[in-house]
């Protein structure tokens, strides 16, 4: 028997998705229908969808600076905003680097610092066990570890002092924002991957004042913050020890945050 063959009607996927919301419906669409291989599978990731799930979870995956990341079901998806915070941790990691990447989720920034860097260590880490295993589908085949527990916590305790670089996509929206957030994240993301605390800046905090222990005299924390709160973070870090530089990207609407442990 000749199989019967897959025709989606991509107007009508397309008009759903933009009757939900979706900016970027016909994208989406053709998306879902590549990763649907029958009109009812098509039709329960469209459902999905106009439902409010994630695109990258539907997928399994999510394009991050130019490669395809992982992505499981619950787990914090990479933003394209990122991406100024790893070219900014790039452009100080100097050569050879040894470098954590702290709160991880997937494991996007490590996976593509892999490649940009050519880091003689590479590790990662984060508190949600739902990332670090996610993280490690996309590191295990690079022979990069991934480390379950707070921010420094699990890390090998030899590396304390000798780190080139720390990158952290920690959570920084404050806690009174986060039900504002829109149903994608709100809805579906981990909540430890978000809430920052009251002012947003908690986590970070800790993260400077982890990485003034962690760090190599001349290595630098690199870290992802909102314009509005660039000015106490970098306060915090001074506080720390360490000398920060704000970058900016206002075409991806992004602000990245470099600090130097002086030496």
Not at 73 to 82: E, L, N, S
Not at 84 to 109: F, K
Not at 181 to 200: I, T
């Amino acid at each position: 028997m000749t199989p019967t063959l897959f025709t989606p009607d991509r107007a009508a996927v397309v008009g759903r998705l933009r009757a939900a919301g979706c900016v970027f419906a016909e994208d989406e669409a053709e998306l879902l229908i590549a990763a649907a291989g029958s009109a009812e599978a098509l039709a329960d990731l469209v459902d999905r969808r106009v439902a409010g799930l994630p695109l990258e979870h539907l997928l399994g995956w999510a394009e991050f600076c130019g490669l395809r990341v992982a992505v499981d079901p619950g787990v914090f998806v990479p933003r394209g905003r990122t991406a100024l915070l790893v070219a900014a941790a790039a452009a100080v990691a100097g050569p050879s680097p040894a470098v954590l990447d702290l709160c991880c989720g997937s494991g996007a920034a490590a996976l593509v610092l892999h490649g940009r860097l050519a880091p003689r260590w590479l590790a990662a880490a984060d508190l949600d066990p739902a990332a670090v295993a996610c993280a490690r589908r996309n590191l295990d085949p690079l022979g990069v570890p991934v480390y379950e527990g707070d921010l420094f916590a699990p890390i090998p305790s030899q590396w304390r002092g000798r780190l080139d670089l720390v990158v952290a996509n920690a959570p920084y929206v404050p806690t009174g924002a986060v039900a504002m957030l829109p149903p994608e994240a709100r809805l579906y993301e981990a909540p430890v991957a978000l809430d920052g605390g009251v002012d947003g800046l908690a986590v970070l905090r800790r993260v400077a004042a982890g990485a003034a222990e962690w760090l190599a005299p001349g290595g630098h924390l690199a870290v992802e913050v909102s314009a509005g709160q660039a000015g106490v973070l970098c306060a915090v870090l001074a506080d720390a020890g360490l000398t920060p530089t704000v970058v900016r990207d206002d075409e991806l609407e992004a602000t990245a945050v470099t600090a130097r442990r002086p030496g």
